[in-house]
Structure formats: structure tokens, C-alpha cells
């Protein structure tokens, strides 16, 4: 393959180690002084990620979901996150819409960009998309829970800003996307919350 110039690193050789639904990709690099180091990479494809609240009833929703990787960690099985998934060929803000409504009932109008970053940029070619989009009572027009035929069994937990808040204070949220979007709601809607200064 024809060598892809990456700054003053170069690629000269990508070889599949294994293609499903994440290919596992072995770089070779050449380095500005002539040496060569390897590269395990996941390719994945673009995500999104959003975190829906209710500014009127003061709360937010997230959903509790099985993670194989934690599980084999010996963690806790079911990790508490934002909504999120694949963008599949679509926008992210379609994204986030049909994953708001498969994961959580939820329909969601207005969204706020908060923005696009690498998920894990040592490890994967994942690029996350960061949302979050305020919700009504009535926007709740299903149950959620995920797809049966993806294996997803997810619970939508909602829960209090303030609450919300203190996970971010007491180290609490395990997700870093998670964490991420509930201190971009924090830092851009303070209004919302209790006692904002015992949170920022």
C-alpha cells in the first residue's frame, strides 16, 4: 500500500489481525528517525453519545447496560451511561435521535453540540460525537429498553440533576462520556442545579 504520511510518522503497512464487528488492525510505523514500531489499532466507525434533561422536572436520563470488557475486568456487569451508539451511515444528530428512542422511549427535537472527540485515541479509530438535548414529560412516547436482536437488555434509569451533580463531586460515574457530558451540562446550564457551588 502506498505509505500514509502521518505528520513526521509515516504508516507503511496495515495488516488485519481480525475483521467482525471491530477490525483489529497491526500498524507499522516508521518514526522521524528511520526506526519502525507496531500499532494494535481497533477500527471502528463514528459514534454519538447525548445526554437528554428535563430542565422543568430538574432531571436527566441514562440507561444501565451490560459491558462485556468491564464484566471480564471483574467489575460490576452493567455500567450506568448516556445514551449512545454507532452512527451506521447517518449524521450524528439522527444518530442520537434513533438511539434516544431504541434505548430510552425518548423523542428528542433540539440538540446542543457539545463536541466531537477521539474516544480512546492510543487504542481506537472511534470518534465520539457529544450531545446533550433537553426533554419534556411528553417526549417519553416508549418504553426503551434497546433492541432484542442486538442482545440489548437495557434499563433507563432517570435521575435528579442534583444527584446527578453529586456523582460528578463524589467520583461516581465510571463512563467517561458520560462524566463528560454531565460536567458540559454543569458548565453551560448552572441554573439547573441546587447548589451549583458545591458542584463546579
Not at 73 to 85: D, M, N, P, R, S
Not at 130 to 150: K, T
Not at 159 to 169: C, E, F, W
Amino acid at each position: 500500500m502506498a505509505e500514509e504520511k502521518v505528520g513526521t510518522y509515516r504508516i507503511t503497512h496495515v495488516t488485519p489481525l481480525y475483521r467482525g464487528w471491530r477490525n483489529l488492525l497491526l500498524l507499522t510505523i516508521r518514526l522521524p528517525d528511520g526506526r519502525e514500531m507496531t500499532r494494535e489499532v481497533f477500527e471502528n466507525t463514528e459514534a454519538a453519545a447525548v445526554l437528554p434533561y428535563d430542565p422543568v422536572r430538574r432531571t436527566a436520563i441514562l440507561v444501565r447496560q451490560f459491558r462485556a470488557p468491564v464484566a471480564h475486568k471483574g467489575f460490576e456487569a452493567t455500567v450506568l451511561e448516556a445514551v449512545a451508539g454507532l452512527l451506521d451511515g447517518t449524521d450524528p444528530e439522527t444518530c442520537v435521535r434513533r438511539e434516544a428512542m431504541e434505548e430510552a422511549g425518548i423523542r428528542l427535537s433540539a440538540l446542543e453540540p457539545v463536541g466531537t472527540s477521539w474516544s480512546s485515541p492510543g487504542a481506537t479509530t472511534e470518534r465520539l460525537h457529544l450531545f446533550l438535548a433537553p426533554y419534556a414529560l411528553a417526549d417519553r412516547v416508549a418504553e426503551g429498553g434497546g433492541l432484542a436482536d442486538e442482545h440489548e437488555d437495557i434499563e433507563v434509569v432517570e435521575i435528579g440533576l442534583d444527584d446527578l451533580a453529586g456523582m460528578v463531586r463524589d467520583n461516581a460515574i465510571e463512563d467517561l462520556k458520560t462524566l463528560s457530558l454531565a460536567q458540559a451540562l454543569l458548565i453551560r446550564h448552572p441554573a439547573l442545579f441546587g447548589s451549583v457551588g458545591d458542584h463546579t
